[in-house]
């Protein structure tokens, strides 16, 4: 049976924007996924690992961590959206039927992310009440979540290497399906490209989170000590370099054996071969900003953030470059008629702009506090204890609104830090 008969051809309306804007604000909204995605994704077991295993400072890294993961985990969930829509705008008709095929692990996302969600409130409201003395099964939770988390990111790394791999949709298909209607209870398990694609999206979570043990440090983290910010910038190093070794070994593995003989000739030898080279290399370039001797300040720590993100946007885009060589005999974007639909169009960047100008805010925000919120804390305490009362006397007395930078952004820093969600 021939696999394109499972591509739908009956759309008649052309795309609603050009091809090169929905691959743009793909790979622009998956960056943005990808940051705090790597955050729960290795993030977690690095902060459950330090935890168990760690010293004193260790420990800090994992609370802090995970009391700020609540609002990690929402800008993730929300930034997935935005590559969601233009994957389905874009590539509707590969990305259907690969996810019909696996429906019921596609669904069981939200099924896991649930109470993986709930799992990290528990624990970061524990951390917040209890502290070191949170009860085991508050920690037993957090290793719950943890593996939840895995288990989504590999449904991903199925529904995405399953996209690429259309010649195998009709055994898939003959083999998950009663009288002609698809049971959703396939995965792609046998594709070679599975298991080196998921981790190399691991390895490159885990380059992430070395990251974020520098720039939490140098930027979020002002009431710590100095002996807790000279081992994070040791060990934002150590698990970088894992993370560069290990996306170093699985990006060989999925490259040179899982490719297709063509994306390997393009990607490597043809037009294509400096992006591959560059997105390869680029992962050196924050590593050796972390290598470098010296207390990571905050503009080091800022460069190494930029880094990383060039890192995770070459990798975006060097991923849909090969996807569209994957999948050029079955179906090619670039070919498709277009119908631009100004009215959603204009509405969509307007609504991104808007949401990206909110969050940077609120990120400086915190990035201001002199001491880590800690001020209007002792404010709250020394008051009669209600947000209210701290709010007034961080007012001058008065009532209404106070300045916008100190105690709210210390609210905000408290919610950050997951004490009061
Ligand atoms: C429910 C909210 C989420 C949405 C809307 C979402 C959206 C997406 C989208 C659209 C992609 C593909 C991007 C592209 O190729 O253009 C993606 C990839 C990915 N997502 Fe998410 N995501 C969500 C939650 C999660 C969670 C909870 C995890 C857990 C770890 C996760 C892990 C991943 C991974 C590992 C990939 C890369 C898979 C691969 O290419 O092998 N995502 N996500």
Redesign the pocket.
Known sequence: MDPKTLIDTSLAIGLPVPAWFIELF??L??TL??VP?NL??AGIVVAMVFYRVGGVHARRFSSRLMSQMPVI?AL????????????QVGYGQIFYPATILMAWFWLG??A??IP?YYGIYIYASGLGREGDSMAPIKRFVGWASAV??????????????L?ENVPSWSELWLRHSFHGAALGTALNLTDVRLVP??L???GL?LTTTGVWIAVDSAWFARGESADYRSWARRYAFRVHTLGALWFGVAGAWYSLCTWSPRTIREMFLGGWAVLTVVTALSVLGPWLLLRRKGEIGRPRAALIGLAQLLVLGLN?VS??VV?RHEIRPYYDLATQATDVQWGPLVGFLAAFGVGIAVVGWLIMQVARLPDGGRTFRRVRQAGDGSWEGAFRQANGGRRGHPPLRSPPAGLWLEVIQGRQV
Do not use: D, K, T
Not at 80 to 87: D, E, K, N, Q, W
């Open positions: 793909r790979a909204g998956f996924h990808e995605m729960w994704y985990i993730g969930v929300n930034f997935g959206i935005v590559p969601l829509l233009f994957i996302v939200v896991l992310l993986a939840c988390f895995i288990a989504i990111g590999f449904i991903f790394s199925n529904a995405l290497s996209m694609r998921w190399l999206m691991f979570a975006a991923r849909q996807q």
